[in-house]
């Protein structure tokens, strides 16, 4: 009786422990996809929950922005800080999401797999 009460104990520690690690851990890109024609377009490099989105112009980095991102089934939810600095604000959207082997589309663009 004892042994089955030590027994059904570890299996619920163990049962909770595992429901907090898988809930805890989204899923989370690496590397940088770009959508670009003529030179001109939009990249974004992801590491950990950090994305930095760069706006390229003939080029040229003309604009660049980092911000914070997640990933919950087939949303991406991605937030950027307010560059001003007299307004404590941040600029954030949910957008559709899905990842195949050559990169990643969200929304309507489809970014390919740079690195």
């Given amino acids: 009786m004892r042994r089955n009460r030590i027994f059904m104990m570890i299996l619920a520690v163990f049962v909770v422990f595992t429901l907090v690690m898988t809930t805890g851990c989204g899923k989370t890109l690496s590397g ?3 959508a670009e024609a003529l030179g001109s377009g939009v990249s974004m490099s992801f590491s950990g929950s950090r994305v930095t989105l760069s706006c390229k112009l003939v080029g040229a980095v003309v604009w660049e922005m980092e911000g914070t ?3 919950k089934d087939t949303q991406i939810t991605m937030s950027f800080p307010s560059a001003s ?3 404590e604000k941040e600029y954030s959207g ?3 999401f899905a990842e195949d082997e050559g990169g990643i589309k969200i929304g309507v663009v489809y970014y390919t ?3």
């Fill in 32 to 34: 940088t996809y770009s």
């Fill in 69 to 71: 991102y997640g990933i």
């Fill in 85 to 87: 600095s007299d307004e």
């Fill in 94 to 96: 949910t957008f559709d």
């Fill in 113 to 115: 797999k740079m690195s």
